[in-house]
């Protein structure tokens, strides 16, 4: 799977976008874009993934750039149970053998009041 | 519609005891992870079952550590002789088939004094 960048901290006002960036420069071009998010105490829970087009569902929208090198995920409007640590991970189909997440360190959202 | 599901949520033994850690996939999920996550750590895979496929265990780090599915649903972690370096949370995934969306359970935080 390739290597993903994310700064490791964000601040965001409660109500306002929050925009998370992710950088994937390696990508190769049958590798998905997966976010995940790990609210403190809780099991990590799936956000959102893509391959080339920009996604939406009720959670976020992911923008990926026509490169494919880079991602951000939106958070329309940031609650403060959005913060949370984002993880973008990057990974080919899975062809039935174990498809393990691995995480690297994220991004810490605080959403702020 | 009911999510993952974990059992207990908490719980605490005594080095040397056996314990059993129970999960409840969601329904029609034929692919069944577990995971380790200690504090402040990513997380660690354990074992991996797919349909009526053999389980992967190539994560599972001793031979104190098993794990078994009944009729290609429930799943139950068996640790014997704990040890105090097992204490960590225990989650458990579940996706459809061959899909890389992992929708996590809550875990069971293990306790070994």
């Known amino acids: 799977d390739a290597k993903t960048t994310q700064p490791p901290s964000m601040d965001c006002a409660e109500g306002r976008a929050a925009n998370l960036p992710c950088n994937h420069s390696t990508i190769s071009g049958n590798e998905y874009v997966y976010w995940y998010r790990q609210i403190h105490s809780q099991g990590p829970q799936y956000i959102i993934h893509g391959l080339k087009n920009n996604e939406t569902n009720e959670m976020a929208s992911l923008i990926i750039t026509e490169d494919r090198k880079s991602s951000t995920l939106i958070l329309p409007h940031a609650t403060l149970r959005d913060t949370a640590v984002y993880y973008c991970?990057?990974?080919?189909?899975?062809?039935?053998?174990?498809?393990?997440?691995?995480f690297g360190s994220g991004t810490q959202l605080t959403v702020l009041p | 519609g009911a999510g993952v599901s974990q059992s207990p949520s908490n719980k605490v033994t005594e080095k040397g005891k056996d314990v059993e850690l129970r999960c409840d996939p969601i329904s029609g999920h034929t692919a069944l992870y577990w995971y380790r996550q200690s504090l402040g750590q990513g997380l660690e895979f354990l074992i991996y079952?797919?349909?009526?496929?053999?389980?992967?265990k190539s994560g599972l780090p001793s031979d104190r550590f098993s794990a078994e599915r009944t009729g290609g649903s429930v799943s139950t972690l068996t640790i014997q002789r704990t040890q105090q370096e097992d204490s960590a949370v225990y989650l458990c995934?579940?996706?459809?088939?061959?899909?890389?969306?992992?929708?996590f359970g809550p875990g069971t935080r293990l306790t070994v004094l």
């Open positions: 991970i990057v990974r080919a189909p899975s062809s039935g053998s174990a498809r393990q997440l691995t």
């Open positions: 079952f797919q349909g009526n496929s053999a389980p992967d």
């Open positions: 995934a579940s996706s459809l088939g061959h899909s890389d969306e992992q929708f």
